[in-house]
T-cell receptor, first 112, second 111 residues
Framework: SQQGEEDPQALSIQEGENATMNCSYK?????LQWYRQNSGRGLVHLIL?????REKHSGRLRVTLDTSKKSSSLLITASRAADTASYFC????????????FGTGTRLTIIP | NAGVTQTPKFQVLKTGQSMTLQCAQD?????MSWYRQDPGMGLRLIHY???????DQGEVPNGYNVSRSTTEDFPLRLLSAAPSQTSVYFC??????????FGQGTRLTVV
């Protein structure tokens, strides 16, 4: 089964509003990453947060990590039409098998 | 700098046929992976490699083989295609398990 699960599965908001999506995972991790995918194209890396970090910012993105709850959130502020995409979290577990596993994704639609 | 190159972009196979999906990267990354993406399922890991000569199975390896004879190339072989293998396939590479770079995908239909 997959390591991560995003919530909600789909989200529609008006342009200019903030978008928040969540990721829950099952096992202890080294890092958690967020990726964006536009219309079936390859995924693009957005941001990485390490297991010993609680919050990280990059431009309009803010990521939080709660390792006690095994969850993370991605906040996109002041959304734009170009933010319409699917967003995935990805984790690498810290028990030795070196692989990156992805969640099921959140489909974000920004309404102009 | 080409990044990760996947070929072909589209392919239609008949049930039982075999084929190889090609993946090449020019960033000297140790880690390479193959994923399949199906509607509502996100990305599922098929096989991965942590360096030349080393491969391992992911979540859904059945029906697929891989090899890693060079750092640059990581081909995925479908042994006997089945309709359940209709999917979009992505190859990814990274220096460690951070900031993976993805190819543009191969859309495979098995009829």
């Amino acid at each position: 089964s997959q390591q991560g699960e995003e919530d909600p599965q789909a989200l529609s908001i008006q342009e200019g509003e903030n978008a928040t999506m969540n990721c829950s995972y099952k096992t202890s991790i080294n890092n958690l990453q967020w990726y964006r995918q536009n219309s079936g194209r390859g995924l693009v890396h957005l941001i990485l947060i390490r297991s010993n970090e609680r919050e990280k910012h990059s431009g309009r993105l803010r990521v939080t990590l709660d390792t006690s709850k095994k969850s993370s959130s991605l906040l996109i502020t002041a959304s734009r039409a170009a933010d319409t995409a699917s967003y995935f979290c990805a984790t690498d577990a810290n028990f030795g098998n070196e692989k990156l596993t992805f969640g099921t994704g959140t489909r974000l639609t920004i309404i102009p | 700098n080409a990044g990760v190159t996947q070929t072909p972009k589209f392919q239609v196979l008949k049930t039982g046929q075999s084929m190889t999906l090609q993946c090449a990267q020019d960033m000297n990354h140790e880690y390479m992976s193959w994923y399949r993406q199906d509607p509502g399922m996100g990305l599922r890991l098929i096989h991965y490699s942590v360096g030349a000569g080393i491969t391992d199975q992911g979540e859904v390896p059945n029906g697929y083989n891989v090899s890693r004879s060079t750092t640059e190339d990581f081909p995925l072989r479908l042994l006997s295609a089945a309709p359940s293998q209709t999917s979009v396939y992505f190859c990814a590479s990274s220096r460690s398990l951070t900031e993976a770079f993805f190819g543009q995908g191969t859309r495979l239909t098995v009829v």
